[in-house]
């Protein structure tokens, strides 16, 4: 079936990477038809849950990426607060280990059927997209930046989580291990007219989407724009191309 303009526009995930809730509200103003933002740990450590609230009241969907990474009940505690606040995405850190994810799975299930809440999609961090092969080294991963990614998945997938975040560079593999029926989200997105700045491992939108993404987060190169709502219009139309063509 044919996707529509507006479930496209989803695949959009906007970087809320600011530093304060009028920079914030600003960028939530320049884009309605954006459909999903990103909270992450600068935005949120400012200005705290009021930054859902906020993000909400514009009819949007909060994506609340503060990669957990704790021992397992207090991660769980923290799954169990993002849920009363109806965030439909919440990231956690695939390498704090099997019980960690299997208690914040239980925890997220647990609290929307108890509270009548969205059961939120949970997303383990494979590898950060500012590290390379020898950042790994240097912290003591001897395995390169994808053998670990596809490492990490596979855990997050057999402790109950359902989406992961990688590079888009490890796409096609994650896709060859783990099927359809993951999701997979994708930071260091460029498009071709956009700089890389602290990104390492990027691909563009168009190329993404034609290997399985199925979120793209994107920040600067829409939000830093001089008409964010142009560069928000110019990727869409290159992601519309992309699904047709697919």
Do not use: Y
């Not at 994506?63 to 993002?82: E, M």
């Not at 994810?101 to 999609?121: D, S």
């Not at 991963?141 to 109950?160: I, K, M, Y």
Request: hydrophobic share 45%.
């Amino acid at each position: 079936m044919r996707e529509t303009k507006s479930e496209i526009a989803r695949k959009i995930i906007i970087a809320l990477d600011v530093k304060n809730r009028e920079e914030a509200r600003s960028v939530l103003e320049s884009l309605p038809e954006a459909r999903i933002f990103k909270v992450g740990l600068e935005l949120f450590t400012a200005e705290g849950p009021a930054m859902i609230d906020l993000v909400k009241s514009f009819g949007k969907e909060v994506f609340l990426d503060l990669k957990l990474h704790d021992i397992p009940n207090t991660v769980a505690g923290a799954v169990k607060s993002a849920v009363r606040h109806s965030v439909a995405m919440l990231t956690l850190h695939a390498a704090g280990g099997r019980e960690m994810m299997k208690k914040a799975v239980e925890a997220a299930r647990e609290t929307a059927e108890k509270e009548n809440k969205p059961l939120p999609l949970i997303l383990g961090v494979t590898v950060l997209t500012s590290l390379k092969d020898n950042d790994l080294q240097e912290i003591g991963f001897s395995d390169s930046s994808r053998n670990q990614v596809l490492r990490l998945a596979r855990l997050a997938v057999e402790s109950g989580i359902e989406g992961i975040v990688c590079s888009p560079q490890e796409l096609d593999p994650l896709r060859a291990e783990l099927g359809s029926g993951v999701r997979i989200i994708t930071p260091g997105i460029r498009p071709a007219w956009a700089e890389a700045q602290d990104q390492k491992r990027i691909m563009t939108p168009e190329e993404a989407i034609k290997k399985g993404a199925d979120f793209l987060v994107i920040g600067r190169p829409i939000t830093r724009a001089p008409v964010p709502r142009e560069a928000f219009s110019r990727v869409l139309k290159e992601l519309q191309a992309a699904v047709e063509g697919a």
